[in-house]
Structure formats: C-alpha cells, structure tokens
C-alpha cells in the first residue's frame, strides 16, 4: 500500500492536530455527509444603494483598519444602513477606492491614513472624526495582524512586538483617544475585534494569541470604568473569517478552507459580512444590556 506514513501537523487556528492527507480527508468527508449538516445560509451582503434613512441613520461610527477583511465589510455595511462611516487603515490606495464605492452607492464614508501603532496618528485619527463629523457613535477597533508560525523559542522579540503593539497597544490607544470625545458627548458604543484565539491557546501563534487575550482584557476592563458613563463596551470573537488575513495565514501554515472548517461545528468559513452583522447588532440599541462581553461568533468553536 502507497504512502502509509501518518504526518501529524498543528493547525495553529485550531487546538487540534491535523492527521495528515488520507485521514484528514476520510475524518472531513465522514463529517461533511451527515444527514444532519447545518445547511443555514450566511446572511447575504447588504445589496443595492445606502439607505439614509436606515438602521444607523446619522450616526458617526469609526473604524480601525478598513482598507480590507472584516473592518472593509462593517464599513460598507454600516454605510448602507445611513451611517456616517470615518476608517483608517496604511494603504492609502485601498482606503481612497473604499471610500470612492461607498460614495458611489450613495453612502457617506472619509478615509484617513493612520497607523493603529503610532499614538500621534491614532489621534489626529480619532479627532478627525470629530473634526468632520461631530461627534463619534460607534468605534469598531478592529486593526490587526497576524504572526507568523513560531514556538515561542523560535518567535523574534521583532514578531513578538509588531503583533502585540498593533493588535493589543493599537486596541488600548483607540480607546484611549475614543473615551474622552464619548465622555464628553456623554455617550458611546464601543466594539472590539478579539478573536478564537482570546479564549484559547494555539501552538505556534504566541503573539497573535496573548495580543488578542490582552484585547479580551482591555474590553472588560473599560466596561468597568465606562458603563455608568453611559458607554456601552463589548468585543466579537471571530474564527476563522474569510479575508485577506486568513488566506495569508492558512498558505503560512499550509492548511486550507476544507481542512480548517471541519474544526468548528458549523464545518464552514465565516465570511466577514456575517461578523459586519454581529457587529452591528452589539453596537446598536438591540443590545443595551451587553456590556463588558465577548460574543462568540466563530460558528460554535468555543463551546466545545
Ligand atoms: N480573518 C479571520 O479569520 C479572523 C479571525 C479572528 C479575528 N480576526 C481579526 O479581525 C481583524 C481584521 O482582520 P481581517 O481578517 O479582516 O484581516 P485583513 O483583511 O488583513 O485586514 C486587517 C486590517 O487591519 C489594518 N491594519 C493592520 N495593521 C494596521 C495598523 N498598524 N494600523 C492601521 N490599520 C492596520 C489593515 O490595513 P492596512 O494594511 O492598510 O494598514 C486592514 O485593513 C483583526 O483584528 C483580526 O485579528 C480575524
């Protein structure tokens, strides 16, 4: 018999070890051909011109990292349903194209170049806002990176800092600058992008994982301070999302979309409008009472 030879590799998005080729593929196709599969549809992106007199009407909501990936999707989403949408991001060309569509479908959107790692630009970021429209309603602080496959041993201080520093010191400086404008206008919704891997340790990512704990920590620690304050602050748990990110992480550790989503029960990848949407829902009136939470909206990974 060919290739009878077991290889046993960590798949870094999930706790599990991948028995490779032939039983990873016998275990994916037993699982996908239950009789009982999930066959709920993901919910379907926000089609058609803004409507200005939508869910977010007049509201200003900010955005941290929405050239692409999940930050992108909300953007556009919450600039369909009215709202004044003002997002950061480094790629100047992405950022000015987004802007251009969600103008050109009749949304409201301003993109300023800032780097969620440096305090003077998460500033003038963040008073931009202000300057332009207002006043700041939501503030969805989702910037981030992932690192790259290495035990802790092998990991650079140089991979160590640049994840910490954008995924945990870019959350803490957002919200550092969001509080006082929110406080001022007594009152604010905050969102923060965690992660799976805030709940739960992944062999190989150390930076990304303790980052994204330190996110979890952060939101938990500013619903204490700010509630009473009248400033809602919780967070959304993606797994895995399709975007840019986890295409790049998954060639990283040469996994692929099939493998990976036989470790959540609902056996798919989430696509970022389906995080837009559980964003949405934490940041609007629908769920005055969540405060300091995490919601898991990995398709089930976190209750096992
Ligand atoms: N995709 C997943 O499976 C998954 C799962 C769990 C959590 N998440 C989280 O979701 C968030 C978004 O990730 P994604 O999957 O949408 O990835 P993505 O497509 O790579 O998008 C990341 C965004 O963050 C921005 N960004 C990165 N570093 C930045 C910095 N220093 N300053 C300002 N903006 C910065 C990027 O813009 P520029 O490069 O233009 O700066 C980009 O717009 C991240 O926090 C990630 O950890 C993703």
């Not at 926000?46 to 990936?69: E, H, M, Q, Y």
């Not at 009473?228 to 748990?237: E, G, P, T, Y």
């Amino acid at each position: 018999m060919k290739n009878t030879r077991i290889k046993v590799v960590m798949n870094p998005i999930t706790r599990r070890e991948i028995i490779g080729a032939g039983v990873a593929g016998l275990a994916a196709a037993a699982t996908t051909k239950s009789a009982f599969a999930n066959t709920q549809k993901p919910v379907e992106p926000l089609s058609g011109k803004a409507n200005p007199d939508g869910r977010f009407k007049d509201k200003v909501v900010l955005i941290t990292g929405a050239t692409s990936g999940i930050g992108k999707t909300t953007a556009y989403a919450f600039a369909k349903e009215g709202a004044k949408v003002f997002f950061c991001g480094r790629r100047t060309n992405l950022g000015e194209a987004n802007a251009r569509e969600i103008q050109a479908f009749g949304g409201e959107a301003t993109y300023v170049q800032a780097d969620v790692t440096k305090e003077r630009d998460v500033r003038d970021f963040v008073n931009g806002c202000v300057e332009k429209y207002g006043r700041i309603d939501i503030a969805f602080n989702n910037a981030g990176i992932e690192s790259s496959p290495h035990t802790i041993a092998d990991t650079s201080l140089e991979d160590w800092m640049r994840v910490m520093t954008t995924n945990a010191t870019g959350v803490f400086l957002s919200m550092k600058y969001e509080l006082p404008i929110m406080l001022r206008q007594k009152g604010g919704v905050i969102v923060n992008n965690a992660s799976v891997s805030s709940h739960v340790g992944f062999a190989t990512i150390s930076p990304y994982n303790a980052s994204k704990h330190a996110v979890l920590s952060l939101t938990k620690v500013a619903a204490l301070e700010y509630t009473d304050k009248n400033i809602r602050v919780n967070s959304v748990s993606p797994g895995a999302v399709d975007t840019p990110m986890l295409r790049r992480a998954l060639a990283a550790w040469k996994t692929d979309f099939e493998t990976v989503s036989q470790d959540y029960p609902l056996k798919r990848i989430v696509n970022p409008e389906e995080i837009a949407r559980t964003v949405m829902w934490l940041s609007s009136d629908d769920a005055s009472c969540i405060i300091g939470m995490d919601v898991d909206a990995t398709g089930g990974y976190l209750t096992k």
